[in-house]
């Protein structure tokens, strides 16, 4: 009887491994230079944590079980939530407090080709800060993760929910002030988010759906439809918005972002976009989703935003807060979908062959000796002929094989075999690091 | 209302982080060297995959659940049952398979100081080779991890399930052959393996307890109280067992372990322990465990042993195997016991502190360059004084400082201060980061 990986999760072997740590080494190393430190917590938490701001649709996503004690657990479906607790917990934290988190997180999603139950999110979040130049740092750090990875013609969409809480204001009381509105907020943002999946029609479709009459519709697709440049979208913005108080401040938090994103250089990839909602309830200002040009039927590889209110609704102080979480299971496809990926498909550098079995013992020594430089090396244990070693080699992709025989070690100098040019060279022990990195 | 981390769980903020990813980089790097390549799976399972070959003590430990549609999982509790399946169900791969794995295990056990629900195994494993060497390989690559973590004084013990088996073979045919015992090898492994921990007292009660008569008991304990060089404790092995084939076969292959490890080097920390026998049911062969010297209290941190049933057990194609498993929860006690740790408390190597507000963007130009290079740092986001961003610099740890002023500026030279020093020096930028590296 064999066993299978549970549904929607799958297993990494070395060639996929090396390409996953390669994007992660990228990531991490820009969260590290953008000075954010690490942080990790549990799987799983408390159920009631995780549900507590998540939203309908992700609630019903949480993995859920009970220990054998009985408490109710549920493994994490962000890293943001598992964050905000320890902020929450740990109120001697110095202010901002900067931080990164690389590891797995769990839905209980539809499974498709792109989509999994079991997959990876990278994050920065800045805790501490209200200010729009935390929410472009942590634009900036994800921009400069984006350059790293070789990525060069990408934007980064932007919108703010207190904008979009001005929507319904905007539909609530400038159009019918005595109707009373029976739907939340939050039913309004993902209809609008659907926008560019579902288009224009379905939009107003689903909008009346709710109880939106046709001027309060009409309103609404005006807003959400706003296209051009930042400025002009922002200005447009004004126009519709006006006397709206919480659509004036957001308006505001998106002009800071405009200052601060042309100090830090990220400009030329903003795109302003009051269609675009976020599907987490937790979001109180700016929000962001990034896409790369040419590859938009991947989706988002980049999403976050402010949530100012989670961390007091954890039980700690009311703490600003703001973040952004890569995929790197998209950006893995994009990579691989542009041919971008130049990797082995090995870690090993060299495998020390012997060409006869008495030889073995030499091998060994040979191969201790150069792991102790740091060159990483396989030696046979199959007790396999010099042939069927090299084929091994050539079978794992190791590029290097260097060949120990009786002569080679009276001379001290040995044959080292290119596997992909198929060339050979004598060389001595303290030359192979050179000619192999 | 306050969340806690579920029970037998626990964060890691950056300072203890930055600890626990020295010693996990330590690890890696030791097990690249050695030529391991990198595997992940996912962090549950079918529940009947988990508690196959698990034994019953860890089989109480899973964290089990159900998902959405009904499938009975469960929490990892090793990560060599998850390489096991990937061997079943990928006969392809070439042998030896040689992979490591870092990665976050569960059991539910009895919480203690150092016994934790969730804790790190860093396993190495070598699949398909029969040889004895594939143990030693093993051995030695644990070995020059405990190297390269800073130990100096450790032993590896040996032991042999096949010798196991022929302890129960003695107390079956050679004493009373007609007594049909009610037990299984197993239980008998389990007393004997707390010898260290209850003493031979305790071990003879609990023998006499399970159904062993005086002389049974009497020559069981003879033999795992041998004690003495590896030579001469495998010599008295071959007396005692004489006759026994399935612990001539196990003392054969500690003798070979023997021959290897003089050729790894290794010779000098092995000690050969017949009262060793490992919890978990499903090795076959060798076995191993590692104790730091003047450090026993903190138990095993490195343990293992060959399984060559395991993969067949899974629907694999029969496959030897054998692999160690390091914990770095025990290994960051013992290097905090000892002190052995010298490393900062925060990733973050600069402060770009402004010493105004209309300063700040070219103390972010400064930074957004810096990073450029390679640098880690950070920037005021909460327009503070120069004052508070050093008290800020130092509450994180951050260990230098450079200050942007308006004559640095003309200049191109600034302040560069060194917060342990206490010592301040002028800098151009390009000399900054060769000064604080």
């Known amino acids: 009887m064999q066993f299978q990986t549970p549904r929607g999760t799958r297993d990494f072997l070395p060639e996929e491994m090396i390409k996953r740590e390669y994007v992660i080494n990228t990531i991490k190393n820009v969260f590290i230079r953008f000075g954010f430190d690490p942080l990790e917590t549990p799987v799983f938490e408390e159920f009631k944590l995780l549900s507590k701001k998540s939203g309908e649709d992700i609630k019903k996503q949480i993995y ?39 590891a797995p997180v769990w839905r209980y999603e539809e499974v498709s ?23 472009v740092e942590i634009m900036t750090t994800a921009v400069e993760c984006f350059k790293d990875l070789g990525f060069r013609d990408f934007k980064v969409k932007v919108s703010d929910r207190k904008v979009l809480e001005g929507f319904i204001e905007l539909i609530k009381k400038k159009i019918e002030p005595e109707m009373k509105l029976e739907f939340s907020s939050a039913e309004i943002f993902r209809i609008i988010d659907k926008l560019e999946k579902i288009g224009v ?45 919480i659509a004036e401040e957001g308006l505001k938090e998106l002009e800071e972002i405009w200052k601060y994103s042309k100090i830090y250089g990220i400009d030329k990839y903003l795109v302003l976009d009051y269609s675009m909602a976020r599907g987490i309830d937790y979001y109180t200002g700016p929000i962001f989703e990034t896409e790369v040009r ?21 039980g700690g102080r009311p703490t600003p807060a703001t973040g952004i979480s890569l995929g790197i299971e998209r950006i893995i496809e994009i990579l691989s979908d542009g041919k ?35 060159i990483s090396c396989q030696v046979d244990l199959m007790n396999r002929s010099l ?14 094989v260097l060949v120990v025989g009786k002569e080679e070690l009276k001379k001290n100098v040995y044959k080292l075999k290119d596997m992909k040019k198929k060339s050979e060279r004598e060389v001595k022990l303290d030359q192979i690091q050179k000619l192999i990195s």
Chains 1, 2 share one sequence.
Request: with cysteine; hydrophobic share 35%; charged share 35%.
């Open 340 to 374: 971008k990926f130049n990797l082995e498909k090995t870690k090993v550098k060299l495998f020390v062959a012997s060409v006869s079995e008495e030889l073995k013992k030499d091998a060994v020594k040979i191969a201790l000796d150069l792991r102790k430089q740091g």
């Open 64 to 102: 859920e079980f009970k220990d054998k004690s009985g408490r109710d657990l549920g493994l994490r479906f962000d890293l943001t939530v598992p964050m905000a607790r320890v902020i929450a917990n740990n109120p001697q934290l110095p202010k901002p407090f900067k931080r990164y988190a690389i």
């Open 113 to 135: 080709a792109g989509r999994k139950r079991e997959f990876y999110q990278c994050d920065v979040d800045i805790v501490g800060s209200v200010s729009m130049e935390a929410d």
């Open 201 to 245: 029609d379905e939009v107003e479709k689903e909008l009346k759906k709710l109880g939106l009459n046709e001027k309060q519709t009409e309103k609404l697709v005006e807003v959400i439809l706003v296209k051009g440049n930042y400025d002009s979208v922002l200005r447009k913005g004004k126009d519709l918005l006006k006397g709206i108080k």
């Open 294 to 314: 040419g590859y938009e039927k991947y989706g988002s590889i980049a999403s976050g935003g402010r949530y100012d209110n989670l961390i007091e609704t954890f």
């Open 387 to 400: 042939g069927k070693q090299f084929e091994f080699a050539d079978s794992l992709g190791i590029p290097f």
